[in-house]
């Protein structure tokens, strides 16, 4: 999740670069999270018809309830794979994402 959440306010449409998602998909995430308070839409200086997305204090509390429970999983787990096994398959799901990401998949 924190590679999602910058910690900082985002253009409404920043989070949807690179993993095919239109800004209207986004928009569509964003307004339920604000109308249940977890983020708050700002002017955005830089351009007049988007937003800038940050989350609140109720957002931040959720995100950082998510970080410690993610820790605490991955802390847990108990993975009997040899260190070039997983660096094999951390490369392979690198080069997945890049390949999802990319425009022309």
Known sequence: MS??????PQADDVPCSGIWRGRARVQA????????????????????RSRLVDLTQRGR???????VRESEALSALEIAAPGEELRRAADVLRS??????????
Request: a negative charge; proline letters at 7%; glycine letters at 6%.
């Open 29 to 48: 995430l964003v307004n339920p999270l604000a109308e249940a308070g977890y983020v708050e839409l700002l002017a955005n200086p830089a351009h007049r």
């Open 61 to 67: 509390e959720l995100v950082s309830g998510m970080d």
């Open 3 to 8: 590679c999602t959440v910058e910690r900082r």
């Open 96 to 105: 997945l994402r890049e390949s999802l990401e990319s425009p022309l998949g």
